[in-house]
C-alpha cells in the first residue's frame, strides 16, 4: 500500500491544520498518525480502526480528530489549538488486518508509512 502525506506547513501556537493521507489501499486497514522529532522515537498520535473506532494520545485529546472518508480512501488529521509541543513530521501509516473495532497507535503496529509532512507551530 501507499500513502502520500499532505497539508503540513507552519502555524503560530493556538492555529490550526489538517493533514491528509491519500493510500492506494484503503478496507479492512487500521490506519494512524504518528510523529517524530530530532532525537525520539516516533509516537502514536491518532489510530482509527478499519470500522472507524478511533484511539488519541492523551496529549492531543479534545484538539486532534482523525478521520477517513472511505470513498475518496484518504484519512485525515484536524489538528486544533495546536501547541509547539506539537511541532514534528507526521507519518501516516497503515495496517491490514486487525479488529474491526479496535484502533491502533503503536509505533510497532504499522507495517505500511508515507513518507511524511513536516508541522512547525512557533
Known amino acids: 500500500v501507499q500513502l502520500v502525506e499532505s497539508g503540513g506547513g507552519s502555524v503560530q501556537a493556538g492555529g490550526s491544520l489538517r493533514l491528509s493521507c491519500a493510500a492506494s489501499?484503503?478496507?479492512?486497514?487500521?490506519m494512524g498518525w504518528l510523529r517524530q522529532v530530532p532525537g525520539k522515537e516516533r509516537e502514536g498520535v491518532a489510530g482509527i480502526s478499519s470500522g472507524g473506532v478511533a484511539k488519541y494520545a492523551d496529549s492531543v485529546k479534545g484538539r486532534f480528530t482523525i478521520s477517513k472518508d472511505n470513498e475518496k480512501a484518504t484519512l485525515y488529521l484536524q489538528m486544533n489549538d495546536l501547541k509547539t509541543e506539537d511541532s514534528g513530521m507526521y507519518y501516516c501509516?497503515?495496517?491490514?488486518?486487525?479488529?474491526?473495532?479496535?484502533?491502533?497507535?503503536?509505533?510497532?503496529?504499522?507495517?505500511?508509512w508515507g513518507r511524511g509532512t513536516q508541522v512547525t507551530v512557533s
Open positions: 489501499r484503503y478496507s479492512s486497514y487500521c
Open positions: 501509516a497503515a495496517q491490514p488486518g486487525g479488529g474491526y473495532y479496535e484502533p491502533r497507535l503503536g509505533r510497532g503496529d504499522f507495517g505500511y
